[in-house]
């Protein structure tokens, strides 16, 4: 079974910065495409950014330009780079293996997320 453990966020003022990690066990990360969401309080579980077994990056609109998603395939982790933060991105954040059908398809069950907010 694969789990993720995500972690990283906390909280920073608007224009900051943090870095999320999601450690992957049950699976070997290089084989598979991740991707990162986001779900804040009222609203549906939102993709962010995806990265292909290859390294091929992709960032939906309004993240574009200030997140940067990586891969350690040797450490199993995906990671999120998040830059000039703004209150609207303040979420839970989450990470997932997915498949491309063709939008990003999580294919497992979701882990704790990590708390982002942003404040000041």
């Known amino acids: 079974q694969v789990q993720f453990v995500e972690s990283g966020g906390g909280l920073v003022q608007p224009g900051g910065s943090l870095r999320l990690s999601c450690a992957v066990s049950g699976s070997y990360l290089s084989f598979y495409h991740m991707a990162w969401y986001r779900q804040a309080p009222g609203k549906q579980r939102e993709l962010v950014a995806t990265i292909t077994s290859d390294g091929d990056t992709n960032y939906e609109y309004d993240v574009k330009g200030r997140f940067t998603v990586s891969r350690d395939n040797l450490k199993n982790t995906v990671y999120l780079q998040m830059n000039s933060l703004k209150p609207e991105d303040a979420a839970l954040y989450y990470c997932?293996?997915?498949?491309?059908?063709?939008?990003?398809?999580?294919?497992?069950?979701w882990g704790q997320g990590t708390q982002v907010t942003v404040s000041l």
């Open positions: 997932n293996r997915v498949r491309f059908s063709p939008g990003a398809l999580p294919l497992d069950s």
